[in-house]
């Protein structure tokens, strides 16, 4: 057991591994950008770059893709630690709104940060003059400047806040009442007849029925009888539980297990396999 668990603990940290990003490339963020420009040579749409690290950075290994098939940008030049570095992107930026990638050139599909904006995204889209950034440098929270702070810290720049949205409440209908009917009325005949009832008087015939009914219909003892034996004849007897369903159910979930246990170390092995490979092709690329 003992020998699993180490086997078991080695392939989780080559899975893990396998999936973190360079330690250089965390280091890097989108910290700035304007999107709302003319476009032009003095007045370009443009995207910040903070190191976060502690390290100087290559960026010449690192290109911005927008969210088109085609437009993309390398980046040049080294950045120093705590430090920015701003490149302009022409009239490439969507006003409404747009999807900033910073990539590995070797390996687009590895993302080092990516913003989404207006439309394509939650971050607030910038007006004319302004700049939509990171509230702290390196810190997830973005905001608007009324000013863009370009190639310099967003700590101190003044911050336009968010517009606070005012319900305006609905009216309640008024509910209009229902008219009533009035009723006709109606005519009394004047000087009704008085109704005459005539007592029937009761004859043989009718007396002979009475006696008859009453010597054919049953006493109400022998009706407590007939209901007494249909309710004993009913009474049904216990029945013994099925003891060889619960082997077989009990069998059939031992199986089970030993078969869960089996593909689970079948997968712990083909990660590690998997992510043993990934790690050598990334020393491979480092080195390169």
Do not use: H
Not at 20 to 30: C, E, Q, S
Not at 135 to 157: A, C, L, P, Q
Not at 219 to 248: D, H, M, R, W, Y
Request: with cysteine; net charge positive.
């Amino acid at each position: 057991m003992k020998a699993i668990s180490v086997l078991f603990a080695f392939l989780l940290f080559l899975f893990c591994s396998s999936f973190a990003k360079p330690t250089f490339a965390v280091d890097l963020v989108i910290n700035e950008f304007s999107s709302d420009t003319l476009g032009t040579e003095s007045d370009p749409d443009w995207i910040e770059i903070y190191n976060n690290g502690t390290e100087n950075i290559d960026l010449s290994l690192y290109r911005i893709r927008d969210n088109s098939a085609t437009n993309k940008l390398d980046l040049s030049e080294t950045i120093d630690p705590k430090s920015f570095k701003a490149f302009d992107w022409s009239n490439k930026l969507n006003k409404p709104g747009d999807s900033i990638r910073l990539l590995l050139i070797s390996n687009e599909e590895n993302i080092i940060d990516e913003i989404s904006y207006g439309d394509k995204g939650s971050v607030s889209v910038p007006s004319s003059g302004q700049s939509s950034g990171r509230k702290t440098d390196g810190v997830s929270e973005w905001v608007i400047f009324s000013s863009s702070s370009k190639e310099s810290t967003n700590n101190t720049s003044a911050i336009i806040p968010s517009p606070t949205l005012t319900l305006t409440p609905t009216p309640s209908p008024t509910k209009v009442p229902t008219p009533t009917k009035t009723p006709t009325p109606t005519k009394s005949p004047t000087n009704p007849p008085t109704p005459t009832t005539k007592t029937p008087t009761p004859t043989k015939t009718q007396a002979l029925t009475k006696k008859l009914i009453g010597s054919i219909s049953p006493s109400k003892e022998k009706t407590k009888n007939i209901l007494g034996e249909s309710t004993a004849s009913i009474s049904a007897g216990p029945t013994k539980e099925p003891q060889k369903v619960t082997k077989v159910l009990a069998a059939s979930e031992n199986r089970i297990s030993q078969i869960l246990i089996g593909i689970g170390f079948a997968f712990l092995i083909a990660c590690g396999i998997v992510a043993g490979v990934q790690k050598i092709k990334k020393d491979r690329l480092i080195n390169e």
